[in-house]
């Protein structure tokens, strides 16, 4: 009994290196106000406990989505069939902009009938051979995306942005996402992280420059109404009609917008 309430609560204190029973050692030993204080230690331990439930659950899910590899980049590898129902015939020519963008372009290859170039945005980190070839033939770019992207207007008929524009402030994304805008012709899928997921790890940070930025859905829909970027609502309701299909659950938040003009 006393081992199960020690766990929560030590959770719930987030602090591996504190033991409860350490403390309570010490007061046994010196504390004259022994009775008392273990009765509000009973008091704490059982509230503890039974918040120990409800965080235990929580943070059990935080730690699955902070859990090493969740990135949006996996998430977009995983929407491919439910784009390809959303957006059929435009899913030809394919531009995909964010970290880690040769996984993505490289699936993308295996598709029939589809071809992909990439934008990494940072460093490419230790790429392996595939993904140096890409970039040899010209498919993959590293390019700064706070800058005018090195296409022209409408060279795709998809643009999918993954991570990259949590990485931004408002100041950027008013020029980079009329940007991709600009380079596709039928649309702009943009997954980004949730609040609260936590992206970088610290050995990424420098990569980044700065932590990301995880915005709240209605935060981003304010922003994209601000911006005169109008979400594409077909394609919305068919990507989530065939994700409902598989119970294919996002871990990122999905928009699909429009491309002006
Ligand atoms: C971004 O653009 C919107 C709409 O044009 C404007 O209201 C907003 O002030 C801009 N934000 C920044 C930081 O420049």
Redesign the pocket.
């Known amino acids: 009994m006393s081992r199960r309430t020690v766990n929560p609560s030590r959770r719930l204190a987030d602090n591996g290196s504190l033991p409860f029973s350490g403390t309570l050692h010490q007061k046994s030993r010196t504390s004259p106000l022994l009775p008392i204080g273990l009765l509000a230690l009973g008091a704490f331990l059982l509230i503890a406990y039974s918040y120990g439930g409800l965080g235990g659950f929580g943070s059990a899910r935080d730690v699955s989505h902070a859990g090493g590899d969740v990135s949006c980049m996996t998430e977009v590898i995983q929407a491919i069939p439910f784009l390809k129902k959303a957006y059929g015939d435009s899913m030809r020519k394919i531009l995909h902009v964010g970290p880690e963008t040769c996984s993505v372009v490289s699936k993308l290859l295996k598709e029939e009938d589809i071809e992909a170039w990439g934008v990494e945005p940072y460093d490419l980190e230790d790429p392996d051979s595939s993904c140096k070839s890409l970039v040899r033939k010209g498919i993959v770019r590293v390019a700064d995306i706070k800058f005018p992207l090195p296409y022209r207007p409408n060279s795709f008929s998809l643009v999918l942005v993954s991570d990259a524009l949590d990485y931004l402030?408002?100041?950027y994304?008013?020029k980079t996402l009329p940007d991709l805008a600009r380079v596709s012709s039928d649309g702009l899928v943009i997954f980004a992280g949730y609040p609260g997921q936590q992206r970088a790890k610290v050995s990424e940070l420098s990569r980044f420059g700065k932590p990301a930025k995880l915005r709240s859905s209605s935060w981003w829909i304010r922003?994209f109404v601000?911006?005169?970027l109008e979400e594409n609502e077909g394609a919305m309701k068919k990507f989530e009609q065939a994700a409902n299909k598989r119970s294919y659950k996002p871990s990122c938040q999905v928009f699909h917008l429009s491309s002006s003009q």
């Open positions: 402030s408002p100041k994304l008013n922003y601000q911006t005169n």
